[in-house]
T-cell receptor, first 114, second 113 residues
Framework: AQSVAQPEDQVNVAEGNPLTVKCTYS??????LFWYVQYPNRGLQFLLK??????LVKGSYGFEAEFNKSQTSFHLKKPSALVSDSALYFC????????????FGAGTRLFVKA | DAGVIQSPRHEVTEMGQEVTLRCKPI?????LFWYRQTMMRGLELLIY????????DSGMPEDRFSAKMPNASFSTLKIQPSEPRDSAVYFC???????????FGEGSRLTVL
């Protein structure tokens, strides 16, 4: 079985400050890990993914995420937040074998204050 | 590319009525997924197809829900009869061969009165 936990319902950060959105996962075998962003009344948009290789993954809009196998975490980070980053962020996990099922976390609302 | 196209964008219906949601995936994508989003349950995977064949429908909540993919460019999600607890935003997503990145449609917001 696969599962994803996003422990924070909301993250508040001031513009220009670094941001972190947390994610932990559980999956048998090697994971595929993803971050997606959702703006109001829109579908989800892909930000970045970890399949294999470097633990630090860079994605769209200056976001990056760090894969930590021992802590089963995949936290999303950005060095300097923008007001326009305010949105709902979803972490997701899939397995590298046995199907293409991708399971999403509950989402974390990011609020960046000017 | 036009992206994943869903229709209708909004649907308001009364309990007991049949609802049909439609999805056109991106051309060339070989996987298609239906998700449901609610405040209480978040984003739930209902069913997914590979090359028009249903692979996993374990997330379909009950027999009132059914999904079909008659060809590579069209899928439907049907609810019959609908109930107020089916009110949600239903998303269709597809992904291209060789990747696991999902491309989502804008969603169909269903309200069952």
């Amino acid at each position: 079985a696969q599962s994803v936990a996003q422990p924070e319902d909301q993250v508040n950060v001031a513009e220009g400050n670094p941001l972190t959105v947390k994610c932990t996962y559980s999956v048998s075998g090697n994971p595929y890990l993803f971050w997606y962003v959702q703006y109001p009344n829109r579908g989800l948009q892909f930000l970045l993914k970890y399949i294999t290789g470097d633990n630090l993954v860079k994605g769209s809009y200056g976001f990056e995420a760090e894969f930590n196998k021992s802590q089963t975490s995949f936290h999303l980070k950005k060095p300097s937040a923008l007001v326009s980053d305010s949105a709902l962020y979803f972490c997701a996990v899939g397995r590298n074998t046995g199907g293409f099922k991708t399971i999403f976390g509950a989402g974390t609302r990011l609020f960046v204050k000017a | 590319d036009a992206g994943v196209i869903q229709s209708p964008r909004h649907e308001v219906t009364e309990m007991g009525q049949e609802v049909t949601l439609r999805c056109k995936p991106i051309s060339g994508h070989d996987y298609l997924f239906w998700y449901r989003q609610t405040m209480m349950r978040g984003l739930e995977l209902l069913i997914y197809f590979n090359n028009n064949v249903p692979i996993d429908d374990s997330g379909m909540p009950e027999d009132r829900f059914s999904a079909k993919m008659p060809n590579a460019s069209f899928s439907t999600l049907k609810i019959q009869p609908s109930e107020p607890r089916d009110s949600a935003v239903y998303f269709c997503a597809s992904n291209p061969p060789g990747t696991r990145e999902l491309f989502f449609g804008e969603g169909s917001r269903l309200t069952v009165l």
